[in-house]
């Protein structure tokens, strides 16, 4: 029998890889302007097999403010992950992942795009500016949870880097 070799609790939910039993969650922040979209990632995490602090965003300069510890989640953790829609007002996705992936302390973050679009050009952008995966949000809330556990089982085998500090 093979073992979880990240490490379990006593519930048997996963410590994500790089964590340890004193902080073994998996900090993910989703960039998103849908109110439905965010309660429903939040309703999705909160039941994950992997344990995870969930945060949620709406917008480019949200996104900064939560990175440099400015928002109201304040300077509580840095995020893991980024799960990241591209169609949002003001900035639109694929310009919040430059500007994420041309910044020296977070640019390691893997950034997933999680976006309602299905054209090509967008999937061939995502990756061209540096996204890690391209997802299509799913159209009901079951198919959400398949896609949620189909990514925890990804990311409890995946090596993650450290979550970055804010530059002082």
């Not at 029998?1 to 790089?18: Q, R, T, V, Y």
């Amino acid at each position: 029998m093979l073992k979880n070799k990240h490490g379990s609790d006593e519930n048997g939910d996963s410590f994500f890889p790089g964590s340890s039993p004193a902080d073994p969650f998996l900090n993910i922040l989703l960039v998103d302007d849908s109110e439905s979209d965010i309660e429903v990632a939040r309703l999705v995490f909160e039941s994950a097999k992997i344990k995870n602090r969930f945060f949620a965003v709406k917008d480019a300069a949200q996104v900064s403010a939560f990175l440099e510890g400015r928002s109201r989640f304040g300077d509580y953790a840095k995020p893991h992950l980024i799960l990241l829609d591209i169609q949002m007002p003001t900035m639109d996705g694929f310009a919040v992942l430059k500007m994420l992936k041309a910044h020296p302390v977070y640019q390691a973050i893997p950034v997933i795009m999680v976006t309602s679009s299905r054209h090509e050009r967008d999937i061939m952008e995502s990756y061209r500016c540096g996204a890690a995966a391209y997802f299509q949000k799913p159209l009901n809330y079951n198919d959400f949870v398949q896609l949620i556990d189909c990514f925890n089982a990804y990311w409890r085998m995946a090596t993650l880097p450290m979550a970055p500090s804010a530059p002082k």
